[in-house]
């Protein structure tokens, strides 16, 4: 019997693990909102919701308006906000990656069989079985079975010693637009793009390895943009170290559970 897996967003994370589990021989669908919000574009299936398709390494994300009954080729992505897909898929696992991290709503550790929530805001043994640990550091992708992922730090891990210099963020409220692209190299104090008249500018130099889709409506502070300093780009391209990891460890947690579901 094929594993059916659900996963609640289709950012870089949740993508990283849909593609390895679809390569492990599962049958993987991602929900997406209608407006997606990924930053890193280039590695997550979210795209397909405005593009159709999206290619990660090998693995194609296809924009589909319903679960196909038979699918080994691709990962259908759905828009379904609401998880309606919970109730008419049945699903043997969900994976909660949208990575809100609050407490989920509505749907939670009696969603499914295996539930797994991905960072902060979770808790094993009350809203999911199991949490994944996304906070770079030692415990980066650790199975949580009791308890609770880091608190949210409010700050992304350093690239070559830069943490909150490398995000582009909204200077105000509006619609976010730019003509610039990922993979292109942008120098410290460059103009990126506009939200309402507000220029967004870099701190620093680099590869833009992340940014939000132009036309997108963003709030004051909200995260739009990531710049890569180690100027490498076919890191643009690629599934990061860190999506890697917790790909790893959610593959790691649904063995653990058929393991104990036949002992």
């Given at each position: ?77 759905l ?19 949208r ?27 009350v ?60 120098a410290?104090?460059?103009?990126v793009g506009e ?22 409506s ?29 790909a790893g ?15």
């Amino acid at each position: 019997m094929v594993l059916k897996v659900l996963i609640r967003g289709g950012g870089d994370l949740a993508s990283g693990a849909a593609r390895r589990l679809h390569l492990a021989g599962m049958a993987v669908v991602v929900l997406e909102q209608a407006r997606p919000k990924a930053i890193r574009r280039t590695v997550a299936y979210a795209a397909a919701v405005d593009d159709g398709t999206v290619t990660i390494e090998g693995v194609q994300g296809v924009l589909c308006q319903e679960i196909p009954e038979n699918n080994t080729d691709s990962v259908p992505v759905l828009v379904d906000e609401q998880g309606s897909a919970l109730e008419t898929w049945k699903p043997d696992v969900l994976v909660d990656a949208r990575m809100r991290k609050r407490p989920p709503e509505h749907f939670g550790i009696e969603s499914a069989p295996l539930v797994v929530g991905l960072g902060p805001g979770f808790t094993a043994g009350v809203d999911c079985h199991a949490v994944i640990e996304t906070l770079r550091g030692h415990d980066l992708g650790r199975v949580i079975w009791d308890g609770r992922a880091a608190e949210d730090t409010q700050a992304p891990g350093a690239v070559d010693g830069f943490t909150t210099e490398r995000l582009l963020r909204a200077p105000a409220e509006g619609t976010f637009t730019s003509t610039r692209a990922i993979g292109e190299t942008v120098a410290a104090g460059e103009t990126v793009g506009e939200v309402g008249r507000e220029p967004v500018r870099a701190a620093i130099g680099g590869i833009l390895r992340g940014l939000m889709r132009p036309g997108t409506s963003v709030s004051a502070g909200e995260k739009i943009g990531d710049i890569d300093p180690r100027g490498k780009r076919e890191y643009c391209f690629t599934v990061s170290d860190k999506a890697n990891a917790v790909a790893g460890r959610v593959l790691e947690a649904i063995h653990i559970y058929l393991k104990r579901r036949v002992q």
